[in-house]
Structure formats: C-alpha cells, structure tokens
C-alpha cells in the first residue's frame, strides 16, 4: 500500500482538484484507491459523493482507537474508488492528535486498509500543522501544486523548510505548476525557468481552465465532463508521472 497526500499550506492552489482527478485515474486503471478528504470544507467529498449527499463521521472513535477506519470508508458511484469523508470534526484534529499516545497514529489507522486498498491519496487542508506534520511522516511522497507567481513560490518554500525541519527526504516532496495561464507574462517566466524556479518539479504543469472549475458543477472527476480538454490531458500527464514513482 502506498500513501500519497496534496498538501500546500495556501488554499485555493488546486489541491482538491487534482486528488479528485488523480485518484479517479488511479482506480479506472485497475488500482484499489481510496480518497481520505482531510479538509472539513469537504470539497473532494462533494466531487466524489456523486447525487449521494455523502455524511462524514465523527472522527472521535477513530482517534480513540474505539472504530477500526473501515467504519468510515464509504463507496463512491466509481468502481475501485472509495472515500473516506470530510466531517467537521477534523478542525479539530490538531487538538486531537496531540493529545494521541501514539508516535505517528496516521500510520497506525492506515495499517488495516493495506490488505484491500493498494493507494491512499490524502485530501490536506491548507496548514502547517499538527496534522501536516502527521501526513509529512505518513505519506510516501507529498505532491505540491503551485501557482507560478512569487508569492506561492515562497509558500513552497516555506513547505520545502517545515518538512525539511520534520526531517522529510527532499526527494518525497514533489512541486508542480498548478493553474498555469500562459497569457501571463509572469506565469510564462516562472514556468519557463523552472530548474531555477522550482528544481525538483514534475515535468506536468496544470492548465488553468475553465473545464475544472466545471466539477463543482457537475460533481464528477474532469475524465467524465471533459475527457478531449486539455485540463484532463494533463492530469493524465500527471497521473503517468506519479504512477512512475510508485511502487504499486
Ligand atoms: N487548474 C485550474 N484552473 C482553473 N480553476 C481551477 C484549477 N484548479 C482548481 N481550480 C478551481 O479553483 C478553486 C480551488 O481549487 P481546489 O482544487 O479546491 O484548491 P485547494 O484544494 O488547493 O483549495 C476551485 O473552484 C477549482 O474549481
Ligand atoms: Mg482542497
């Protein structure tokens, strides 16, 4: 079982967007995926809970070790796709997880899902904290969208410190563009001096298009509204790029 997580501490980067679509291409492909939405804002939930209004649990029992996780999978209207949903009680998660005995309980809730689920993706909020440094020692690699502007370059860099500080091998923290608009000059600059600007990113960047705005519209992964568009063409792209570094 391999742990993936989209993290940034800025909200609004593309996050969500990409956890949906990544983890929609994951299960078409014959991988049993399961989506942990982490965010109590419980965007992911509202792609991936198709008419259904999906109802999160509490997360009490969980943490106080009283529910196995498999209480709170639920089935997604996609084959090989299962969801755990946001519920509001994971605002408070922070609170909670400090008050954990367990050195990295993460780990240990995620162990029982291993014999039916081959890939978590994790849905973060936009934090640095308690719970980011949990899914930064959790995760097998932790994906980063970024906006080419200054301001989300230096969010990525003050990310790359805090896990720096959480001793995360570099290598496990992967940066890629995120809503890239190429009528932007300096959309266009940053990207195209990506070795200096952001070393280490994945060679997909994110198109900002209007097509992925329409999920929220029709509530399914982009593959479904807009599968010729080339916001879903590069999700693929980004897919292939992460399935490379798995080791499913
Ligand atoms: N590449 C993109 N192009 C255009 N709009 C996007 C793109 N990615 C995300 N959005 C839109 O921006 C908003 C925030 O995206 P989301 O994926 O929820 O970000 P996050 O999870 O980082 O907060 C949503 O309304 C979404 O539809
Ligand atoms: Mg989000």
Not at 102 to 107: H, L, S, T, V
Request: hydrophobic share 40%.
């Amino acid at each position: 079982m391999q742990v993936i997580a989209f993290h940034n501490l800025k909200g609004g980067v593309g996050k969500t967007s990409a956890a949906v679509n990544i983890a929609y291409l994951a299960s078409q492909e014959g991988i049993s995926t399961l989506l942990w939405d982490l965010d109590p804002q419980g965007a992911a939930t509202w792609f991936l809970s198709g008419d259904d209004q999906q109802i999160g649990k509490k997360l009490g029992p969980l943490i106080k070790g009283k529910s196995p996780i498999g209480d709170f999978v639920q089935h997604t209207p996609y084959s090989r796709l299962e969801l755990i949903p946001a519920h509001q009680s994971a605002r408070n998660f922070d609170i909670k997880l400090n008050q954990s005995n367990a050195e990295n309980p993460f780990k240990t809730w995620l162990k029982p899902l291993s014999e039916e689920t081959a890939l978590i993706i994790l849905d973060c909020p936009p934090s640095l904290s308690e719970l980011a440094e949990q899914v930064l020692k959790t995760a097998n690699a932790i994906y980063v969208p970024v906006i080419p502007t200054w301001l989300s370059l230096n969010s990525w860099q003050q990310m790359n410190a805090f896990a720096k500080d959480q001793k995360v091998k570099p290598k496990r923290m992967r940066p890629f563009f995120s809503m890239v608009d190429r009528r932007k000059s300096l959309h266009r600059e940053i990207v195209d001096n990506r070795a200096t600007a952001l070393p280490r990113a994945l060679t997909t960047a994110i198109p900002n298009a209007s097509a992925i705005e329409k999920m929220g519209e029709h509530r399914k992964p982009l593959e479904l509204i807009d599968r010729h568009g080339r916001a879903a063409r590069a999700y693929r792209e980004l897919w292939l790029e992460i399935r490379a570094k798995l080791k499913l």
